[in-house]
């Protein structure tokens, strides 16, 4: 166990030096990465990550950024982190953009933001909630809540879970959906196509955003869907471990990296907590390992393959984007992905 965490640790390291923090994009895949390495430091008790962060912050606050959708406001969480260090309060004005951004955007269904929100394709795509903001706001609301006493935040960030499961959890297979398309009132794909990432981001942000929910209620809701959807997964796991970009089988998908870690979090949250067995675990450990021994050496550093690239629902050819994406090698959210799970296996061996 110890020298697959320490392999996620090296990879970690490693891209920090791949990929200067000034030159990154203001975008999801980088925020969850840089969130990542932030609960890095938290779990270790060390600043080792922090100059990154705010190297990436200093730039952003120099050159400008947009808050115009759930992805482009996922970077806040990283900036929260720096406001909590000594020096950190100029970055509070990142998150303060970020909340103004909920309080004015438009809704869609309910207190909903359109997960598109103003950017470039709203115009091109039907107005929808998306499986990803779960991951991409829901952990940043809850955890801003919980933390900063904000009853009136608290209230709409602790719904919001509840709303994505409605909407997306598929009551008959438990998987969740990539998309609901809120005009039309019917998700999507239209048919039974479950895309492995959208799922795994479900299952890691639970993990992520458990301690920050605060009444029992909701709590309920969340273990509720949380483990329809991790028992759900468990007979889609191929034997060798990973899982695919599409969670049927037989459906022409690969193998694809981030998804397998972010399920492998997700188990390891609920063994630890008492809710799955020890065939979760094995699972787990199972899907954690796959990935880990796929590592490879790029450049001199620790690279992680087999991560698709970013993947929308787009009309008409769900299957095709699914199955046709391609695959690339240290995709950040991918990443972040490792790290989740790591620091969940850390936290299960504590």
């Not at 709203?122 to 499986?131: A, G, I, L, Q, R």
């Not at 699972?283 to 698709?308: E, N, W, Y």
């Not at 695959?327 to 790290?339: E, I, K």
Request: glycine residues 8%; neutral net charge; charged residues 20%.
């Amino acid at each position: 166990m110890q020298t697959a965490i320490e392999k996620v640790l090296h990879l970690a390291r490693g891209n920090v030096k791949r990929y200067p923090a000034e030159k990154m994009k203001w975008m999801w895949g980088e925020a969850l990465w840089l969130y990542a390495l932030s609960l890095l430091d938290e779990a270790f008790g060390t600043a080792a990550f922090r100059p990154y962060l705010q190297a990436y912050y200093d730039t952003k606050l120099d050159t400008g950024y947009r808050v115009c959708s759930s992805d482009t406001c996922a970077p806040a969480l990283g900036a929260y982190q720096l406001t909590k260090t000594p020096g950190g309060e100029k970055y509070g004005s990142i998150v303060d953009r970020v909340l103004r951004y909920f309080a004015q955007s438009e809704k869609v269904i309910g207190d909903m933001p359109n997960h598109l929100g103003n950017g470039f394709e709203h115009w091109f795509y039907p107005k929808s909630v998306w499986v990803d903001s779960i991951m991409m706001y829901g952990v940043l609301l809850n955890r801003i809540a919980a933390e900063t006493e904000n009853a009136q935040l608290a209230a709409f960030a602790a719904g919001q879970p509840q709303k994505f499961a409605d909407l997306l959890q598929d009551p008959d297979t438990g998987l969740f959906w990539h998309a609901y398309w809120t005009k039309f009132g019917f998700h999507y794909p239209r048919q039974a196509l479950f895309w492995g990432r959208g799922n795994g981001w479900v299952m890691a942000a639970v993990p992520l955003m458990w301690d920050y929910i605060q009444e029992d209620a909701q709590r309920a809701v969340i273990q509720a869907f949380f483990l329809k959807l991790a028992r759900a997964l468990l007979p889609l796991q191929r034997a060798d471990g990973w899982f695919e970009t599409i969670l049927l089988p037989q459906c022409g998908a690969y193998k694809e990296s981030s998804a397998t870690m972010l399920i492998a979090a997700g188990w390891f949250f609920g063994v630890r907590m008492g809710w799955l067995g020890t065939e979760y675990l094995e699972a787990a450990q199972r899907a954690f390992t796959a990935v880990t021994d796929s590592f490879v050496l790029r450049d001199g550093l620790l690279s992680m393959p087999h991560i698709s690239g970013p993947t929308s629902a787009i009309q008409g050819i769900p299957k095709l984007v699914y199955t046709h994406t391609p695959c690339g090698n240290d995709w950040h959210y991918g990443l972040a992905a490792a790290v989740f799970a790591a620091l969940e296996y850390k936290k299960l061996a504590e």
